[in-house]
């Protein structure tokens, strides 16, 4: 399956990936790769340079050299973003195996999936997704695991006010993720 998902950073982002196919492109045209210990290493470097970058005002050339690599681990794991509402939205280059996976990815770069508030939020999304080369699925903030058909943001408990989704859907009986 192509999981794509929407999530938000620190000012709000979302993110896309899937490394089945990834891998399947690659092996045809690249020499062999481990886009898991890539995407994980590049994780690992980014939380470390944010941290760094939490404890510093750029005011030295060690904290803007920092935030250079920031922005080129950013540059190599999204597609560029979307700045809605002083939120930024991204879309990762890479996939995710599961929405457990995703969550945690999201936490890692200090946010979380994309909670869609309200209509004009869904369409600023929607159209962020269909101007996205190669995204044609994504996954929110939502579950009904709590209780069946009852949809909430799993970071705040909060109700999810928009629910627009494709006929057939939700399709996912049992996973409880939007």
Same mark, same amino acid.
Do not use: A, K, Q, W
């Given at each position: 399956m192509h999981l794509m998902?929407?999530?938000?950073?620190?000012?709000?982002q979302l993110a896309s990936c899937n490394y089945e196919e990834a891998a399947v492109q690659c092996r045809? *045209? !690249?020499?062999m790769l481990? #886009?898991?210990y890539i995407v994980d290493t590049l994780l690992q470097q980014q939380r470390?340079? !944010?941290r760094y970058q939490c404890l510093t *005002? #750029?005011?030295d050339d060690l904290a803007e050299t920092l935030k250079?690599?920031?922005e080129a681990i950013s540059a190599l794991l999204f597609h560029p973003p979307l700045i809605? =509402? =002083?939120r930024k939205y991204v879309i990762s280059k890479f996939p995710y195996q599961s929405s457990e996976e995703a969550m945690t990815y999201c936490t890692a770069f200090g946010g979380y999936l994309a909670e869609v508030n309200d209509i004009d939020e869904y369409t600023a999304l929607q159209n962020f997704v269909l101007n996205t080369s190669s995204v044609d699925i994504v996954l929110i903030a939502g579950s009904d695991a709590i209780t069946e058909g009852t949809w909430r943001f799993q970071r705040t408990g909060e109700l999810v006010p928009i629910l627009d989704w494709c006929p057939g859907q939700p399709d996912n009986l049992g996973e409880e993720i939007a």
């Open positions: 998902l929407i999530i938000v950073l620190s000012s709000l045809s *045209n !690249c020499p481990d #886009f898991r470390e340079l !944010c *005002n #750029f005011s250079g690599h920031i809605y =509402n =002083n």
